[in-house]
């Protein structure tokens, strides 16, 4: 049950991730033929941002999943 939510909520984690890290450097670029003395832009730390807000994602998947892998499916079924 753990590693089903935590395989689901990764695809979603690294869906979003590719998404966001993509849509991070267009606007930056789009920012900066906008704003000429922006700063060049810095993959590094839109990767170490994508990194630490992925590992925040699964850590949210994790807890509840954990959670929900304790409890007894018959009891689970009995309270539905």
Avoid: N, Q, S
């Avoid at 922006?38 to 994790?62: G, K, N, Q, S």
């Amino acid at each position: 049950m753990l590693w089903l939510v935590l395989g689901g909520g990764l695809r979603l984690i690294l869906a979003g991730a590719l998404l966001g890290f993509g849509g991070a450097l267009a606007t930056a670029r789009l920012l900066a033929t906008v704003i000429p003395e922006l700063p060049a832009r810095d993959p590094m730390a839109v990767a170490t941002i994508t990194v630490v807000l992925m590992a925040v994602a699964l850590l949210a998947c994790w807890l509840p999943a954990r959670r929900a892998a304790k409890v007894d499916p018959m009891e689970a079924l009995r309270y539905e």
